[in-house]
């Protein structure tokens, strides 16, 4: 079983920055991606970074050249870093992960099967 638990979120000024952190389990020696979403009041949930057990990693335009995805296999946690962070980028973001892995990591909401329970980020003037 898979479980993932957000860490992180906060309240920052424009032009700050934060790092997320991702707490997962049921993952480690397994062909995974993993995958950090967003999702703003009154909007669609968003793909913002992906990564795979190759450490293959890719972004959305939503928020790239601003963040980072990594991981630490040893204390099995994704990262992900934002910079430059502005009001638009207010959002509960979301850390997940599928098992089902092709080759590539898909960044639509549908293709995860598992999340974890969100953490707020607010960016404010």
């Known amino acids: 079983q898979v479980h993932l638990v957000e860490s992180g979120g906060g309240s920052v000024q424009a032009g700050g920055s934060l790092r997320l952190s991702c707490a997962a389990s049921?993952?480690?020696?397994?062909?995974?991606?993993m995958a950090w979403f967003r999702q703003a009041p009154g909007k669609e949930r968003e793909g913002v970074a992906f990564?795979?057990?190759?450490?293959?990693?890719s972004y959305t335009e939503s928020m790239a050249g601003r963040v980072t995805i990594s991981q630490d296999n040893a204390q099995n946690t994704l990262y992900l870093q934002m910079a430059s962070l502005k009001p638009e980028d207010t959002a509960v973001y979301y850390c997940?992960?599928?098992?089902?892995?092709?080759?590539?990591?898909?960044?639509?909401?549908?293709?995860?099967?598992?999340w974890g329970q969100g953490t707020q980020v607010t960016v404010s003037l």
């Open positions: 990564l795979d057990h190759n450490v293959h990693l």
């Open positions: 997940a992960a599928d098992l089902r892995y092709s080759g590539w990591c898909p960044q639509g909401r549908i293709d995860y099967v598992y």
């Open positions: 049921g993952v480690k020696y397994r062909r995974y991606c």
